[in-house]
């Protein structure tokens, strides 16, 4: 069994607990906040969906999902229905979507504006953007040379207002200075204490999540 992880049993190290975000001791510490913003939302979870990778989360907090779609880059993924590039909006279908969910996946496209217009664009009027980004997070270590970018809730609010409009966008950042850290040291969120987990402290986020709506025509 891993040895529990304390924050002071990292002093005189130099590499981390794990080089899998703490997948290997437990949950990773951005899951939980990103299951947090997902439980909060769940209403949104309806009609035809749209996740990338897998239909984890949409299988999770689906209530009236009429159709669940897997979008992926890679034509490797044997689970993708739709085979299309964030990076390219022209490659995804136009308004057909009441809801989708984009975790962790925005570090990845080099253009990020067009991203967020990609986004936009996939969701019928009304329909309803769940996204996550990394704000802070070891390089990614299956793909290093994808994983481009990092987030604030700056850039978040600015990227998304762009693409969806003032006032349909709505940016919050979860997590704090101990749970960063404990994050990048490969600590799982076992490892932590509930109160850990519970503040959130804007000046030093894990993740930013960003609920977008498309404007109804
Ligand atoms: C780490 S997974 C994130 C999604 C997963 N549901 C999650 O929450 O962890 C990243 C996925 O994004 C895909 N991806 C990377 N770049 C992409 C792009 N430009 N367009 C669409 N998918 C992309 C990858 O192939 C991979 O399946």
């Given at each position: 069994m891993t040895r529990p992880a304390w924050?002071?049993?990292?002093?005189?190290?130099?590499?981390?607990?794990?080089?899998f975000s703490g997948q290997d001791r437990g949950t990773p510490i951005d899951r939980v906040y990103i299951e947090q913003f997902l439980l909060a939302h769940?209403?949104?979870?309806?009609g035809r969906v749209l996740e990338v990778q897998n239909s984890q989360y949409t299988e999770r907090?689906?209530?009236?999902?009429?159709a669940a779609d897997i979008l992926d880059?890679?034509?490797?993924?044997?689970?993708?229905t739709i085979l299309g590039?964030?990076?390219?909006?022209?490659s995804l279908p136009e308004a057909?979507?009441?809801?989708?969910?984009?975790?962790?996946?925005?570090?990845?496209?080099?253009d990020p504006k067009a991203a967020a217009l990609a986004a936009y664009r996939v969701l019928r009027p009304g329909g309803v953007l769940l996204a996550t980004a990394p704000a802070v997070s070891k390089v990614?270590?299956?793909?290093p040379e994808l994983d481009c970018w990092r987030f604030t809730e700056v850039s978040c609010a600015r990227l998304f207002e762009e693409a969806f409009?003032?006032?349909?966008v709505e940016v919050r950042s979860y997590g704090n200075a101990i749970c960063a850290a404990a994050f990048l040291l490969g600590?799982?969120?076992?490892?932590?204490?509930p109160s850990h987990l519970e503040l959130d402290d804007e000046r030093f986020p894990v993740i930013i999540a960003v609920r977008a709506v498309r404007p109804s025509d």
């Open positions: 924050l002071g049993t990292a002093h005189g190290r130099t590499l981390p607990f794990s080089d769940r209403d949104a979870f309806r907090f689906g209530k009236d999902v009429e880059v890679d034509p490797a993924n044997p689970r993708a590039d964030l990076g390219l909006p022209s057909a979507f009441d809801c989708f969910v984009l975790t962790q996946t925005l570090q990845y496209i080099f990614d270590a299956k793909t409009g003032e006032g349909q600590m799982a969120a076992e490892d932590l204490r």
